[in-house]
């Protein structure tokens, strides 16, 4: 088998349904499974799965035992010779998966791959390449000096060697994962991906930065930022100066006090609705039952190259349209102002988008 598409899931229900629609499209072509590990969730994801995914590999868990865990419980399921380690809130393009095999099988001494992620909003994730977060380096960023954080010296669009890859989608050997001893468990949530990133390039493998394919992130879902989220990050970070840079004593120790004192000045950020005055929907059909719950007036087009006005809800139905170009229209149209993104997943009831990174998206069923 060519590749095992691992995706952890918590609590997401709505997202991994639109996330295995996207995936079950995008290895069509492929010698491929997909295994869904649920991290003990109180919604009902687990039956989602069962009924509308009957050839996916789904694994219960009677806990929530932490993101490292839940997908070394899946790699050892795994039957692929590569692994595309995906969150659930992440919708792929059709051939996102074609491309990274063409690439990885052309190279050698080849480590982690990751793509170019944007968010719910068709903004592109600077986390998609990263530097390696020395002491140093996070001090900076701490200080609101980005620059060493993120790996600037390769565009968005382009494809390259970087260091540090965002676990949302990570893509890589099975032999290259296991030998590395997978995701280290001592990280519950946030960090497992630098870890593991760093753990490659001392083993001498090289992690590259494809940019030549996107895919959404709706970041607000499985990385909401709740009350704990500063303690569970900055902790990680704690955790990974403590195993791979333990020779500095002074400097971690400097690391220590500025992640706790950021951990003790943070605000809570809010979001606030954005002012959304009318709604667009690229789709052959409008369901009318749909139009009642949409800000009016509406209008519809079967054109995703169609100009819109600001202030607009944007829906674009999947029955007809191609993820790749949904991906394509909303990097175009996301430097518009206030415009809101919504999916309408095949062959379902609900559209969902995501407006902001620290609250839950929306979903309007109808």
Do not use: W
């Not at 792929?92 to 170019?116: H, M, P, R, Y």
């Amino acid at each position: 088998m060519k590749l095992s598409v691992i995706i952890l899931n918590y609590n997401v229900r709505y997202f991994l349904e639109l996330c295995l629609k996207s995936v079950e499209i995008a290895i069509e072509t492929i010698d491929a499974e997909i295994i869904v590990i649920d991290n003990n969730s109180p919604d009902d994801s687990c039956n989602m799965v069962s009924e509308l995914f009957p050839s996916v590999k789904l694994i219960e868990n009677n806990e929530n035992s932490g993101f490292s865990k839940g997908n070394n419980i899946g790699v050892t399921e795994a039957k692929g010779e590569y692994l595309c380690i995906l969150n659930p809130d992440t919708v792929v393009a059709e051939d996102t998966f074609s491309k990274l095999i063409e690439f990885a099988d052309s190279k050698e001494n080849l480590g982690i791959i990751g793509c170019q992620l944007i968010d719910g909003k068709g903004k592109f994730l600077p986390e998609s390449k990263r530097n390696i977060p020395t002491p140093k380096v996070s001090l900076k960023k701490m200080l609101g000096n980005n620059n060493d954080y993120y790996a600037n010296h390769l565009e968005v669009n382009a494809t390259g060697k970087v260091e540090i890859l965002v676990g949302a989608f990570m893509f890589l050997k099975k032999a290259v994962y296991e030998s590395v001893g997978g995701f280290d468990e001592d990280y519950f949530m946030y960090g497992e991906d630098i870890d593991l990133s760093y753990k490659v390039l001392k083993a001498n493998y090289d992690n590259f930065y494809f940019g030549e394919t996107s895919i959404i992130h709706f970041k607000g879902e499985s990385t909401l930022k709740d009350s704990s989220y500063a303690k569970r990050f900055y902790g990680a970070m704690q955790t990974f100066y403590k195993k791979h840079f333990k020779s500095n004593f002074i400097f971690n120790t400097i690391v220590s006090i500025g992640i706790k004192l950021a951990y003790s000045l943070r605000r809570p950020e809010k979001s606030s609705k954005l002012p959304i005055e009318n709604t667009i929907i690229f789709s052959d059909e409008i369901d009318s039952s749909l139009k009642h719950k949409l800000p009016q007036p509406i209008a519809q087009s079967r054109e995703v190259t169609s100009e819109i006005a600001n202030n607009c809800m944007v829906i674009y139905d999947l029955n007809m349209l191609k993820t790749k170009a949904i991906i394509e229209d909303m990097k175009k149209k996301s430097k518009q102002k206030n415009i809101a993104f919504r999916l309408l997943p095949k062959n379902s009831k609900f559209i969902l988008g995501s407006d902001s990174a620290i609250n839950r998206g929306e979903i309007i069923h109808f």
